[in-house]
């Protein structure tokens, strides 16, 4: 009967082998005769042996883990980052351990410090909201990635959307369909929401429109999103077009409109951010700004391994540029 914890000795002593050809076979090692490794594979199975990760980190000083520090589970936008931070991990020999802070600093920091008590090789944080010393601190550890976040932190990575861009965009494209009432819900203290802000209220002045620029708070959710569209109607003089921070609040905005009696784009235009799969649904076919999700996930794995395998040491910093993916809820004004 195997034990509940069998070692590399018995999976040598059932395949009849040394336990450094064992060693071997486990590590796929190429110089092992075929017969013999499947002997050692056979013997591994039949025990339910699997090799002791935290024994072969030690003697490697590598856990062959990357720690992945998540804004928000419920946010498709990080799904989908992480879909390409898995690809490229798993290419390349590694394993993401995901994991979120709730969109709060403390909570943020505290699952960063369980991510580096597990000895994980390299950090990606993605669209965090931890303060810049707290990231410092960490890249003294291991090396770390942001994404979806700018740093001029020396000894971190990052890369992100050229959001100031992505805004414009967005204000572009609305006022050549002919808005010049445009309104922007922002996403608070979210990771790129400053810029994207910023990148409306520019765009909006190169049109000569400042005058009728509003930006209202809001935040990166869907309640965030909805309260932003509460703030217009309250406050009257609708606007033709609003610019939402990201896809998730701009659906909490489209629920908003209609929970008002207004029908988008008929009766006001709508613009998201992010380009998510929720964006791209049939019922919903929401204009928004592509940032490309997937590939900045696999960027920033590629940003870990150079430091961690290549030795690089001086700081990257890259900017991956947006573009306008027009779908049903953008359309001309009204008369």
Same mark, same amino acid.
């Given at each position: 009967?195997?034990?509940?914890?069998?070692?590399?000795?018995?999976?040598?002593?059932?395949?009849?082998?040394?336990?450094?050809?064992?060693?071997?076979?486990?590590?796929?090692?190429?110089?092992?005769?075929?017969?013999?490794?499947?002997?050692?594979?056979?013997?591994?199975?039949?025990?339910?042996?699997?090799?002791?990760?935290?024994?072969?980190?030690?003697?490697?000083?590598?856990?062959?883990? %990357?720690?992945?520090?998540?804004?928000?589970?419920?946010?498709?936008?990080?799904?989908?980052?992480?879909?390409?931070?898995?690809?490229?991990?798993?290419?390349?020999?590694?394993?993401? @351990?995901?994991?979120?802070?709730?969109?709060?600093?403390?909570?943020?920091?505290?699952?960063?410090?369980?991510?580096?008590?597990?000895?994980?090789?390299?950090?990606?944080?993605?669209?965090?909201?931890?303060?810049?010393?707290?990231?410092?601190?960490?890249?003294?550890?291991?090396?770390?990635? @942001?994404?979806?976040?700018?740093?001029?932190?020396?000894?971190?990575?990052? /890369? /992100?959307? *050229? *959001?100031?861009?992505?805004?414009?965009?967005?204000?572009?494209?609305?006022?050549?369909?002919?808005?010049?009432?445009?309104?922007?819900?922002?996403?608070?203290?979210?990771?790129?929401?400053?810029?994207?802000?910023?990148? %409306?209220?520019?765009?909006?002045?190169?049109?000569? @429109?400042?005058?009728?620029?509003?930006?209202?708070?809001?935040?990166?959710?869907?309640?965030?999103?909805?309260?932003?569209?509460?703030?217009?109607?309250?406050?009257?003089?609708?606007?033709?077009?609003?610019?939402?921070?990201? *896809?998730?609040?701009?659906?909490?905005?489209?629920?908003? %409109?209609?929970?008002?009696? @207004?029908?988008?784009?008929?009766?006001?235009?709508?613009?998201?951010?992010?380009?998510?799969?929720?964006?791209?649904?049939?019922?919903?076919?929401?204009?928004?700004?592509?940032?490309?999700?997937?590939?900045?996930?696999?960027?920033?794995?590629?940003?870990?391994?150079?430091?961690?395998?290549?030795?690089?040491?001086?700081?990257?910093?890259?900017?991956?540029?947006?573009?306008?993916?027009?779908?049903?809820?953008?359309?001309?004004?009204?008369?």
């Amino acid at each position: 009967m195997a034990s509940s914890h069998p070692t590399i000795i018995d999976v040598a002593r059932r395949a009849g082998v040394s336990k450094s050809l064992v060693s071997m076979v486990m590590r796929g090692a190429p110089n092992v005769g075929v017969e013999r490794r499947a002997r050692v594979l056979a013997a591994a199975e039949e025990l339910g042996y699997r090799p002791n990760a935290v024994a072969r980190s030690l003697v490697r000083q590598r856990t062959n883990l %990357f720690g992945i520090l998540l804004s928000d589970l419920h946010n498709p936008y990080f799904t989908e980052v992480v879909d390409g931070i898995e690809e490229s991990a798993f290419s390349a020999e590694y394993r993401a @351990l995901i994991t979120s802070g709730g969109r709060q600093p403390a909570g943020e920091a505290r699952a960063m410090d369980t991510l580096l008590q597990l000895r994980v090789d390299g950090l990606i944080l993605a669209g965090t909201v931890l303060d810049s010393r707290s990231i410092r601190n960490a890249a003294r550890t291991c090396p770390v990635v @942001l994404v979806a976040r700018a740093t001029r932190a020396a000894g971190v990575d990052s /890369v /992100v959307n *050229d *959001d100031r861009a992505g805004a414009g965009m967005a204000v572009d494209h609305l006022r050549a369909l002919g808005h010049t009432r445009i309104t922007h819900v922002d996403g608070g203290v979210g990771a790129g929401a400053a810029s994207r802000r910023s990148g %409306f209220l520019g765009a909006m002045r190169r049109h000569g @429109l400042e005058r009728s620029a509003r930006v209202v708070p809001g935040d990166f959710t869907e309640a965030g999103g909805a309260a932003g569209v509460k703030a217009v109607l309250v406050a009257g003089d609708l606007p033709t077009a609003v610019f939402v921070s990201n *896809d998730l609040a701009a659906i909490g905005a489209l629920h908003a %409109f209609e929970d008002a009696g @207004l029908a988008v784009p008929e009766d006001i235009s709508l613009v998201g951010y992010d380009n998510t799969a929720l964006a791209a649904l049939g019922h919903i076919g929401l204009t928004t700004i592509d940032q490309p999700r997937h590939e900045m996930g696999r960027t920033g794995v590629e940003l870990l391994l150079e430091r961690v395998e290549a030795g690089r040491t001086a700081p990257r910093h890259l900017v991956i540029a947006p573009r306008l993916v027009v779908r049903r809820t953008t359309a001309p004004p009204r008369g």
